[in-house]
Nanobody, 124 residues
Framework: VVQLVESGGASVQAGGSLRLSCAAS????????MTWFRQATGKEREGVAS???????TFADSVKDRFTISKDNAKNILFLQMNSLKPEDTAIYYCAAETLRTLQPFRQDEYKYWGQGTQVTVSS
């Protein structure tokens, strides 16, 4: 079993930056890919950024060139650096981990473990 705990959510002005963290514990050796998803009020949850065990990254078009995903394997922490934030980035951000080495980064049913989410609010 893997436990995931996100932190770093806050309220910021448009154009600002935030860094989200996701601390993993438990059976971390079993993790293949880790991904950040987000869900805005009234919208479906969507994939934002993903990183596999070889550190290959995938980004949603809406965040390319603004967000960066990285991980500290020694500390088992996943990061999401968010720059040039826009009001449309407002959402609850979740980190998720899968153990099947999925080749579909944003397919949500591939992910077995989810964090509780952290709120990001961007005001104009």
């Amino acid at each position: 079993v893997v436990q995931l705990v996100e932190s770093g959510g806050a309220s910021v002005q448009a154009g600002g930056s935030l860094r989200l963290s996701c601390a993993a514990s438990g059976a971390v050796y079993s993790i293949g890919r880790m991904t950040w998803f987000r869900q805005a009020t009234g919208k479906e949850r969507e994939g934002v950024a993903s990183i596999d065990s070889s550190r290959r990254t995938t980004f949603a078009d809406s965040v390319k060139d603004r967000f960066t995903i990285s991980k500290d394997n020694a500390k088992n922490i996943l990061f999401l650096q968010m720059n040039s934030l826009k009001p449309e980035d407002t959402a609850i951000y979740y980190c998720a981990a899968e153990t099947l080495r999925t080749l579909q980064p944003f397919r949500q049913d591939e992910y077995k473990y989810w964090g509780q989410g952290t709120q990001v609010t961007v005001s104009s």
